[in-house]
């Protein structure tokens, strides 16, 4: 699976963060082995890691044996592929901290759904985490349950990941859960129970082992064989999945219990406090088409819910007649579906004023002829999707009722509309529902508007209360910036939760008349926007792609041996500490240009031409390797490949795009038509209770092109750009670019749109009223300079300058004669100085 380049920064911000730790840990027991004095300053080395790639404050934590614990945050919103991030992190401790590629992942989830979600996924062999996983083990990994047995030969050879539910986990119960029970499946980590010396080295070394209590005997304290206890002793990295569930004093006390090397906590809304190594925003997911935004609200004043329930249907089968029409031009399905929330599901709860899940479906059953396969209820004490595939075309399903049943770890992109049958009065929330609607469909814009949003349908809200829980499930959510993008559709009783926006009074003159150039094509008799698929994709010349710098890559010639010592004790007296031989495990992942094939399908979409490379790349190697060698490294030649075909992938598109300009098949210019240029926005839908951006002295923005600017579109970066902008004598106006349909991107030859952050304009000093020179400003932050992205940003940029020179706007009349466009990149640690340069006397 191709990382999004949120991602890509992300991992890259890990990376440099495990560097300094590893330093700091080799500093660290450098000080352990030459201390000169015992009161030699103490050298904390997760702080001083961190305090290399962050300023905030690190919130320092230790192990139940005392030793320095590494911990930290990644901030990932709901749909923004938390766990695929997790398992490239692991990738990235165990090689770089750890320096091995086996040992074991105790992952933790807070409920069944995440759980059975998670582990399925994982199992799955050909699931992008499981692949992720594998490429990293080198196609070793084994996925076990509490109730699994475990031997040290299994640690050795393997990356273990053993999932475990939170609950699980609680010490308040421990004497009672099975993670803490001796258990006989262990024993081989432990010394004999009559090894007297053996136990007592084993607690002296590791000293918060559960035991059985036997002050009374002769032989002492007795560690039990249980899991936690090996746990315990192999120090796993631990992987918290919604890591602010697991805040509580006992649920910290217990993760740190079972002595990890380092937890990585996975959470939309970290707590106040945490390390926060990675802060991925709602804008960011909006950007690369993770989401379905903009969100509508649908509020009807009515007494009957059954009129909401109507309109429901009404919408969903609307959505479906645009799915079968993106179906019958794309080949891509979807089946949109509604989520019912109902305010009773039991099987003795439906009687009263109270609506029931059989309320609902009888009354789509009966009066709306829907069929009953196409209804499922999901509650405690019915499920009617488990095990479902509901992504398949043959599943019939279009409505789910529920309760409260689908929270975290429900992930279907299918579902569009969630519809609230709840009375005003109701403490029930659909705070933890708004989520479950979010997600797009393949990660993918369809590029048509119905099925790129989301829709919420309500029974007789109050507005206020209504747009607080949206406000709060998308916060939740880590969406809290996105919060702007809910609009909601009322009747007479309800007041709208948006407010558009104008130009300022003496900029409305402007009002459909600042344009933009984009990269455009001739298609036929017009001009329309070139789109990466149809244009650039379909052209790329594969042929002219060249393995042999590939085939010079070195493959291990031996099959690597980890050093990872277990504490296994000796049963003789006089020897304590046994070492465990080191092996790989028999047998590996055959060379199968098949499987191969099918990890290379979202880099070349033509089967038969990534068949006939796969085959091409093993046969290189084999000239120049084994095939045990082959075999040993085939996951390893997959991720090296993946990296190459990506690498050329784009060197062939910019070649496509690069000719198709100097063939003057592809433009960048204006037009008088619309089809050729981008207009700005005339107004802006804006949330009702959104927070102005002001300078920090209080006082109101004085050259933003619109009344209202939301301080949420910003972050802080962003903000000071902004701030500093809107002070410059020489600027005309500014405005703030977002992601979507309705703002201004340009498609380059990779497949993401840019999006640009600021457009500004420079007053003409010939007529102050009017400007000269726009300013499409892109803004990068220090720690991603120099990445792949922000080279390419730049390209792109130069590209529009180089040929915007060529061009005036003269082609739209006498209006616009002599203005340029300047396309720029600032970076973090010079943006002041630029702007101060664009907007200089």
């Known amino acids: 699976m191709e990382l999004k380049e949120y991602q890509k920064e992300s991992l890259t911000k890990v990376k440099t963060f495990i560097e300094w730790l590893k330093k700091a840990k080799i500093e660290a027991d450098k000080r352990k082995t030459n201390t000169e004095s015992v009161f030699e300053d103490y050298f904390d080395f997760p702080q001083a890691a961190w305090k290399k790639i962050s300023q905030d404050l690190y919130r320092s934590k230790k192990n139940g044996i005392a030793q320095d614990l590494p911990n930290f945050y990644l901030k990932i919103p709901t749909g923004g592929g938390k766990t695929l991030l997790a398992c490239h992190v692991i990738d990235i401790i165990n090689r770089i901290y750890l320096e091995r590629q086996t040992g074991v992942v105790l992952w933790i989830v807070p409920t069944n759904q995440i759980y059975r979600q998670t582990l399925n996924h994982l199992k799955d062999r050909n699931h992008p985490y499981r692949q992720v996983l594998d490429i990293a083990s080198s196609g070793r990994t084994m996925i076990l349950e509490k109730t699994d047995r475990l031997s040290p030969q299994d640690v050795n ?11 699980s986990a ?16 262990f024993a081989d980590f432990f010394p004999s129970e009559d090894n007297f010396q053996g136990n007592k080295k084993l607690l002296e070394s590791i000293p918060n ?24 002793m192999l120090q796993p990295i631990i992987i918290l999945d919604e890591g602010h569930k697991a805040y509580s004093q006992i649920a910290q006390e217990t993760l740190r219990g079972f002595n990890p090397s380092i937890i990585v906590a996975l959470s939309a809304t970290p707590p106040k406090g945490e390390n926060i190594l990675v802060n991925i925003t709602g804008q960011q997911l909006n950007q690369e088409e993770m989401i379905k935004l903009d969100l509508h609200i649908i509020s009807r004043a009515t007494t009957d819910w059954r009129n909401v329930l109507s309109l429901t249907l009404e919408k969903r089968n609307y959505l479906e007649e645009k799915a079968k029409e993106y179906q019958a031009n794309t ?13 009773r599901t039991g099987k003795d709860q439906r009687k009263g004023i109270f609506i029931h899940s059989e309320d609902v479906k009888e009354f789509l059953m009966v009066q709306c002829g829907i069929p009953e396969d196409q209804i499922a209820i999901k509650s405690s004490s019915t499920d009617d999707i488990e095990g479902i595939d509901l992504f398949a075309e043959e599943c019939p399903i279009r409505y789910i009722i529920t309760k409260q049943a689908l929270q975290e770890g429900w992930d279907c992109s299918f579902a569009y509309i969630l519809t609230v049958l709840t009375n005003p009065e109701s403490k029930l929330s659909m705070t933890q529902l708004v989520g479950r609607i979010l997600r797009q469909p393949r990660a993918r814009k369809t590029k048509i508007k119905d099925l790129d949003e989301s829709y919420v349908f309500c029974f007789r809200p109050r507005a206020t209360d209504l747009l607080q829980q949206i406000k709060r499930g998308f916060e939740e959510e880590g969406l809290g910036d996105l919060s702007g993008r809910v609009s909601i559709e009322t009747e007479s009783e309800v007041a709208a939760g948006t407010v558009s926006y104008q130009y300022q009074n003496h900029l409305r003159k402007f009002e459909g008349k600042i344009y933009l150039p984009r990269f455009i094509i001739q298609e036929e008799n017009h001009w329309r926007e070139i789109n990466y698929e149809m244009d650039i994709e379909k052209n790329l010349s594969w042929d002219d792609v060249n393995f042999n710098s590939l085939f010079e ?31 790989t495990q028999k047998g590996h992942l055959e060379a199968d240009p098949i499987f191969f094939t099918r990890q290379l ?11 006939e490379f796969s ?3 093993l046969q290189g190697f084999l000239s120049h390797y084994s095939k045990k060698d082959i075999n040993n490294n085939f996951l390893f030649i997959i991720q090296l490949s993946r990296q190459y075909l990506e690498s050329e992938r784009d060197r062939l598109a910019e070649i496509v795009f690069k000719s198709l300009i100097i063939e003057k098949k592809i433009c960048f210019f204006l037009l008088s038509s619309p089809e050729g240029r981008y207009t700005l926005p005339s107004k802006i839908n804006i949330q009702r209770e959104s927070k102005a951006l002001i300078h920090r002295d209080h006082t109101p923005l004085q050259r933003s092109l619109f009344e209202f600017n939301p301080e949420e579109y910003f972050n802080e970066y962003e903000k000071s750009v902004a701030l500093y902008l809107d002070k410059q004598e020489k600027l005309l106006w500014w405005f703030r670019n977002l992601t979507g349909q309705d703002y201004y991107s340009i498609q380059g030859w990779k497949k993401n749109k840019i999006y640009p952050d600021f457009i500004t304009s420079k007053k003409d000093e010939q007529n102050p009223e009017d400007y000269k020179t726009i300013y499409v400003i892109e803004t990068k932050g220090e720690h991603i300079l120099g990445s792949e992205d922000t080279v390419y940003k730049q390209n ?7 040929l915007g020179e060529a061009k005036s706007w003269e082609d739209l009349g006498q209006e616009f004669s002599s203005k340029r466009v300047e396309f720029q990149l600032i970076p973090e640690g010079d943006w002041e100085s630029r702007i101060n340069r664009f907007f200089s006397i």
Not at 157 to 163: H, P, Q, T
Not at 331 to 343: A, F
Request: charge should be neutral; include cysteine.
């Open 157 to 167: 050879d393997n990356l273990i990941v053993l999932l475990l539910m939170l609950p």
């Open 170 to 185: 609680n010490r308040l119960n421990q004497e009672v859960l099975k993670v803490f029970k001796d258990n006989g499946g």
């Open 209 to 232: 082992l559960d035991c059985f209590n036997q002050n009374n005997g002769i032989f002492g304290h007795i560690p039990k064989t249980s899991l936690g206890n090996t746990l315990k």
């Open 331 to 343: 080949g891509e399905y979807i089946r949109p579906i509604s989520l019912i929330q109902v305010e």
């Open 553 to 583: 890559k070195t493959l291990a010639s031996d099959e690597v041996k980890d050093q990872n010592i277990v504490v296994t004790l000796s049963s003789q007296p006089d020897e304590l500490i046994k070492p465990i031989i080191m092996q």
């Open 601 to 611: 399908l979202d880099i070349i979409k033509n089967p038969w031409l990534a068949y």
């Open 615 to 617: 085959k091409k790349i």
């Open 796 to 802: 792109i940029f130069e590209l529009c300058n180089q």
